[in-house]
């Protein structure tokens, strides 16, 4: 059984870029969701994906999108990149909403 | 609005004696707890779980102890571990409609001294 993995494991990338980060679900989960690390801090809910639609959302602007696809893996995208989006992203796998599993995350650092 | 607090920013135990993170909550409507172990450069790893309907759980090492009165959860770690030394964050469930939304707290770093 393979775990959640996510790609790239760091990026760097200058304010204004746009940046697609990627995450396969572990096998057998049908829920993505999207976390956001600041440093210091616990993880932030961005939002969540069920049936290939989001269906929940935390207090993220829009410029914060993301997709999931048939085979249940996700990507998360940000545009117009802020210095304040230097965190590490996480995705989390699981069945529903029951606990969920991470991935190592993407060390973003927006300069 | 911190609805998930770890006052603790650290603590630090001798091996073989017991640890205790604690974690307080504000929001009545959380229906389930747990608890997550994260070491540098790796995702946060699932430890333990609580419903709200319980007031204990415990799995081998880990015991997780539910006050709702309180607002109150706390990790009991017997015996602590060198190996143990990690950050933990303790988070709440809160759904809003259909979703369900893990809430962290700040994360206690463990420090656990051979």
């Known amino acids: 059984e393979t775990g959640v993995t996510q790609s790239p494991t760091h990026l760097i990338k200058t304010r204004g870029q746009q940046v697609t980060l990627r995450c396969s679900s572990q096998?057998?989960?049908?829920?993505v969701s999207w976390y956001q690390q600041a440093l210091g801090q616990g993880p932030q809910f961005i939002f969540q994906?069920?049936?290939?639609?989001?269906?929940g959302r935390g207090n993220f602007p829009p410029r914060f999108s993301g997709l999931q696809f048939p085979n249940y893996s996700s990507e998360l995208n940000v545009n117009a990149l802020e210095l304040d989006d230097s965190a590490l992203y996480l995705c989390?796998?699981?069945?529903?909403?029951?606990?969920?599993?991470f991935g190592s995350g993407t060390q973003l650092s927006v300069l | 609005d911190q609805q998930v607090k770890q006052n603790s920013p650290s603590l630090s135990v001798q091996e073989g004696r017991i640890s205790i993170l604690n974690c307080d909550y504000t929001?009545?409507?959380?229906?389930?707890f747990l608890w997550y172990k994260k070491y540098p450069a790796e995702g946060p790893t699932f430890l333990i779980s609580i419903s709200s309907i319980k007031d204990k759980n415990e799995d081998g090492r880990f015991t997780v102890f539910l006050n709702k009165s309180a607002k109150h959860l706390s990790l009991h770690i017997v015996p602590s571990q060198p190996g143990d030394s990690a950050v933990y964050f303790c988070a709440a469930r809160a759904f809003s409609g259909n979703t369900g939304k893990l809430i962290f707290g700040q994360g206690t770093t463990l420090q656990v001294k051979p």
């Open positions: 929001n009545s409507m959380f229906d389930y």
């Open positions: 994906y069920y049936r290939e639609e989001e269906n």
């Open positions: 989390a796998s699981s069945v529903h909403s029951e606990k969920l599993f």
């Open positions: 096998s057998g989960h049908n829920t």
